[in-house]
């Protein structure tokens, strides 16, 4: 499942990735739930010696034979894109409110894919302090 998603995501902040995939500054992959599920979550640098927790964006099973992605989005959005398209869906073991699943089978367009994880990703910054939006670099702080 790693190679669905993972090209999706520059882990570590790096901006090495191909130029049509997005780079999103403090993301890392984690194993929380164990090595068979891969979450991919963003935090801002370390201050005062405490390390922050990282707040997941986006999650896939890593054995699963149909594969698919657990992206956050807004909630009237999700309703949206799920009425729209039968590959998106309450997310599995998530908030259906704010969680969808999102079948990478091919069907929905590589392009929609990358903006729903890149939105996934902004809706999780924007939870968090304008400090770490800023340790980030976050691109929507010059749009406020």
């Known amino acids: 499942m ?14 090495d990735t191909p130029p049509n995939l997005p780079c999103f500054p403090g993301s ?18 370390v201050s005062g010696g405490s390390k922050q927790e990282g707040k997941m964006f986006a999650a896939s099973a890593m ?12 909630p009237a959005l999700a309703v949206q894109l799920r009425s729209a398209h039968p590959e998106i869906t309450g997310a599995w073991h998530m908030n259906k409110t704010h969680w969808n699943g ?9 392009s929609m894919v990358r903006d729903m994880v890149e939105d996934s ?9 304008r400090k770490q939006q800023e340790q ?7 749009k406020d």
């Open 2 to 15: 790693r190679e669905a998603i993972g090209p999706l995501v520059s882990l570590h902040g790096r901006c």
């Open 136 to 142: 980030l670099g976050w691109a929507r702080l010059a």
């Open 121 to 129: 990703y902004d809706l999780v910054v924007s939870s968090l302090s």
């Open 102 to 110: 999102v079948r990478l089978d091919g069907a929905l367009p590589d």
């Open 63 to 74: 054995d699963d034979q149909n594969l698919a992605v657990s992206l956050k989005c807004d």
């Open 28 to 45: 890392y992959e984690d194993f929380p739930f164990g090595p068979e599920t891969s979450v991919f979550k963003v935090r801002a640098a």
